[in-house]
Structure formats: structure tokens, C-alpha cells
């Protein structure tokens, strides 16, 4: 079992988790949004191969957080609470 | 000189102490140029080879494989052939493969070791009895052999299954498609891999593309460990590697990589004679012609490139695997192992052309490739001789993301994705 940190409730077990999408997949918003940039906000992925950042979703508290991790090792970098993602940790 | 497999070639052989066989493929040095350049040595890329010489006459074509043919999901999966799908589109796909996997032995002069010994998709409520009747219904109305069994004939069927009033997840009646089955799935890479080579297809092993060759904004070959190659068309047919191989053409897929586990445990006499799958517990299984139980069940819901899996799936596989069996608890497992699926928002493929011209995409099978292996390589054949898509394959083009008419697939293909 991994353990993956809550910015709230501190390290959970991975099974308390739920991937919840790609960091930065901001939705176009206006009236002048085509039907590629709305399918790629819904469906295109950047589904990159080692560094990482991702939205999940902490089942038991039910806050959705940044997870900073490596897709091919599984190691774990950061964590943070939305609220506190300025510019240095965008991706 | 021993060239075709046959019994009285194995009887010659033995004649002579096996000193004729020859090495089923060859290993060529990479030309500069090719009509068409496949990227991946998969079943898919394999078999795509194969069908552009077969069907298509083509003379001069290439697969190019980062480590050794098979080593990737086509050497992972668990073999299920079958092609019980809900939607017209998917089961003309599916159904195109598991009749050419019908023939596949014969055609391919390679015994692939199909087994069609019925594929059982369990139902545990009335309420699932009513979809799984809708199922056949559906099933059989696109020309599927499907029927509808009942908790008895589910028994008769699998008699070590828990089907009594104290399983925790009680059995109702079950899917029953009796072509659907195993084939072995070492012998089918190896098999069109073969079959590809004796056509004159170069096969070239630890060769990894490191990028694409890209003039006027189009693509005309690709760079490799061994050197760039030129080609008019290039086709990807790398599974769970796609979207690293789009970022470096430059652009992105509706894809994300996911960890699939699979495991076995030891090999114990004749057991279980189809394949048997529970939504309810997901988990399914199957003894192999060895012996050994093959179970795997759901997605490590976990973006993932590292092929191992997680503890916490494999646990919920393998509890639903002895709530289903209970004889199972005395097995031991042998081994566990991973390979990573690439999965589209619906869960059905992706085949046409990608973003950039003369490159061509083969991907997005998720959890469910080697069943369509055949079908892949003849419709992708079709797409990179042709330049145009064949009729089954054309709604399983990219476009469909933007068109909004996709083809969800995660409920009718009978296993949680």
C-alpha cells in the first residue's frame, strides 16, 4: 500500500484516493470556444511518462488537492492544497 | 532446409536430430528507406505488417521494436479472445477479429493454440439478469452466438463455482459466448512476426525511435537508436507508450496510461474449462493448457508507465477470486505482473490518421487489444496502404472526440474500466 499526503489529513493509504485528472487542464470559457478546444479541455491528455502533476481526490475528507508525482517510479514530490498553488508551483 | 511447419516435417526433423529448423525471422539491418514503417512490435504492429504485404502487395515495409517482439502487453495479457460487445461498431471490430483468430492457425501456418471453450460473464442480481438479456439480445442481432444461462446451467457449467445461497455475491444466470475463449498469446506474435518475414518485412528489435522526421509539415520517417529511416507513411501501434511518441510528433491524445495487473498461480489438473468473469467481484479467470490459473480483473485507477500494479488491486482481484472459488484458497500464486494500457474517455480504440500528416495511430485498445489483434492489423493495414479508412474501422477515427459520437464501451465490455 502507498501512501499518498493529504494537504488536510497528512499521509492516507492509497486506496482512500482517486485520480481526478491532470493539473492545469483549465476549461475555456466564452462564447468564441471551438468544438477542438472543447474536445481537448474534455478528452486530450498530456498523459506524460515521469514527472507529473495531477489533481486527486481525498475520498474521506472529499477535498481535491494537487498531487506532484512520477508516473513511472511512483515517488511521490508534492502535495498541496489548491487554494495554495501560486505561480512557482504550476507545472 | 525445414521451412513449413507441419507433422511430417517435425517427423523429419527427428529423423535427422533437428538440424534443419531455421530461425522463424531474421534479423536485418535497417534500410534507409521503406514504404511503410510500422513503430512497435506488438501483436498490432506484427500483425499490421503481415496484412500490408498479404492484402495489400506491398513489397517494401519495416516494424520497429524498442526492445524484443512481444515483450509488451502482447506478452502480458491474459488471452481472452471473444467478441460479446453491446454496440453494432464494436462488434463488427471484434467480431472481425475472433473470425480471423478462427483461421489464424491455418492462415498463418503457426499454431496459435485457439481454445474456444466459451467465454461466462457472471450476473448476481435480477436487475443485472434484465441488462445481461438486453446484452444477447443486442449481441444477437449483430450475427454474435450469445445466450442467456441460467444459475443451473452456470453450475453444470463450472461446478467448482460458489453458486449457493451463502456466496456474498449471489449467482443469477450468466452471458454465455461459447466461440469466446483463449489463444496462446506468444504464438500469435510470433506467428505473424514469421509469417511477416518470410514476406519481406524487416523486423528490427532494440531499435527505439527517438523521434519523427518532419518536413513541410508532414511526416516522412523516423529517427532511431540505428539511424533515421525515411518512409512514406508511418504507422504507431505502441499500446501504453502512444502519447510519449504524440508528444514528440507534437500533439496530444485523448489517452492515459494505466497499469493492468495479471497473475497466475500454480499449475493443479483441469479445473475450469471456459473463461468466467464477475463484474460484481472484478475479477475474471482462466486455466491455462498448463495448468495454472490466469486471473486478473480491473485497471490500477493509478496513471502509471512502471508495469508492476499495486498492492491494493491485486488484493481485490484475488479476494473476488476466492469468494467466487473457495477451493482456490489452497493455490498458491506464482507470479504477478503488469502491463500498461493506453485508455480512451470511452474504451474503445483509436485508428486513422493522427495530427500530422502521413503518421497514422493504432492505439487506445485499453484492456482489451490482443482480443483484436487480427482486426487491427487488417483495418490499420488498410489505413496505411489506402490512406483511407475501411468501413469498420471509420468511426473509430480521432475525429470522433470532436464529433461527440463516441463509442462507450466501459459497460458493454463486461469488466469495470
Redesign the interface.
Known amino acids: 500500500?502507498?501512501l499518498f499526503s493529504c494537504p488536510f489529513c497528512g499521509p492516507r493509504?492509497?486506496?482512500e484516493f482517486?485520480?481526478a485528472g491532470e493539473f492545469g487542464n483549465a476549461r475555456p470559457e466564452g462564447a468564441t470556444v471551438t468544438?477542438?478546444q472543447w474536445?481537448?479541455y474534455?478528452?486530450?491528455?498530456?498523459?506524460?511518462?515521469?514527472r507529473?502533476a495531477?489533481l486527486w481526490l481525498h475520498l474521506t475528507c472529499g477535498e481535491v488537492f494537487r498531487l506532484d508525482r512520477d508516473?513511472?517510479?511512483?515517488v511521490v514530490s508534492g502535495s498541496y492544497a489548491l487554494g495554495d498553488c501560486a505561480e512557482e508551483v504550476q507545472p | 532446409m525445414t521451412k513449413r511447419y507441419s507433422a511430417f516435417a517435425l517427423l523429419k526433423e527427428g529423423l535427422v536430430g533437428h538440424t534443419g529448423w531455421q530461425p522463424a525471422w531474421r534479423s536485418p539491418e535497417p534500410k534507409p528507406r521503406y514504404d511503410v514503417v510500422v513503430v512497435g512490435g506488438g501483436g498490432h504492429g506484427l500483425a499490421t505488417a503481415h496484412y500490408l504485404v498479404r492484402n495489400h502487395g506491398l513489397s517494401s515495409v519495416a516494424v520497429i521494436e524498442k526492445g524484443w517482439i512481444g515483450g509488451g502487453n502482447s506478452g502480458r495479457n491474459t488471452t481472452v479472445v471473444r467478441s460479446n460487445y453491446f454496440f453494432p461498431e464494436s462488434a463488427a471490430l471484434y467480431e472481425m477479429a475472433l473470425k480471423l483468430y478462427e483461421g489464424l492457425s491455418r492462415a498463418l501456418n503457426y499454431n496459435i493454440m485457439l481454445s474456444q471453450r466459451g467465454m461466462v460473464s457472471l450476473c448476481h442480481s435480477p436487475a443485472e439478469m434484465e441488462t445481461a438479456a438486453r446484452t444477447v439480445n443486442a449481441m444477437q442481432i449483430n450475427g454474435i452466438d450469445a445466450e442467456l444461462l441460467s444459475r443451473a446451467e452456470v453450475q453444470r457449467l463450472m461446478p467448482a463455482l460458489n453458486c449457493g445461497p451463502d456466496a456474498r455475491y449471489p449467482v443469477y444466470g450468466a452471458v454465455h459466448q461459447a466461440r469466446g475463449g483463449t489463444a496462446r498469446h506468444d504464438a500469435v506474435n510470433w506467428g505473424y512476426a514469421r509469417a511477416a518475414d518470410r514476406a519481406g518485412v524487416d523486423i528490427l528489435q532494440n531499435t527505439e525511435v527517438t523521434d519523427f522526421i518532419i518536413e513541410d509539415g508532414a511526416c516522412r520517417g523516423v529517427r532511431t537508436s540505428r539511424g533515421d529511416i525515411r518512409a512514406d507513411r508511418v504507422g504507431i501501434a505502441v499500446a501504453g507508450h502512444t502519447s510519449v511518441l504524440a508528444a514528440r510528433a507534437g500533439f496530444r491524445l485523448p489517452l492515459t496510461s494505466f497499469a493492468l495487473q495479471a497473475a497466475i498461480t500454480e499449475a493443479v489438473k483441469p479445473a475450469l474449462d471456459c473463461v468466467v468473469v464477475s463484474p460484481a467481484t472484478g475479477t475474471y479467470v482462466s486455466q491455462s493448457d498448463k495448468g495454472d490459473m490466469v486471473l486478473g480483473g480491473g485497471l490500477d485507477l493509478v496513471p502509471s508507465y512502471g508495469q508492476r500494479g499495486n498492492l491494493p488491486t491485486l488484493e481485490t482481484v484475488i479476494a473476488g477470486l476466492l469468494e467466487m472459488f473457495p477451493s482456490f484458497r489452497q493455490l498458491r500464486l506464482a507470479r504477478q505482473w503488469a502491463g500498461i494500457t493506453d485508455v480512451t474517455p470511452d474504451s474503445s480504440p483509436i485508428i486513422g490518421e493522427s495530427p500530422l500528416p502521413n503518421l497514422f495511430l493504432n492505439c487506445g485498445w485499453g484492456t482489451g487489444g490482443f482480443k483484436a489483434i487480427p482486426a487491427g492489423g487488417t483495418l490499420f493495414a488498410h489505413l496505411l496502404a489506402t490512406g483511407k479508412h475501411h468501413e469498420i474501422s471509420r468511426p473509430f477515427d480521432l475525429d470522433r472526440f470532436e464529433r461527440g459520437r463516441l463509442i462507450d464501451e466501459a459497460a458493454g465490455s463486461g469488466i469495470a474500466h
Do not use: I
Open positions: 500500500m502507498q493509504g492509497e486506496s482517486r485520480f468544438d477542438a474536445s481537448s474534455l478528452h486530450r491528455r498530456s498523459n506524460p511518462k515521469g507529473s495531477e508516473t513511472l517510479t511512483h
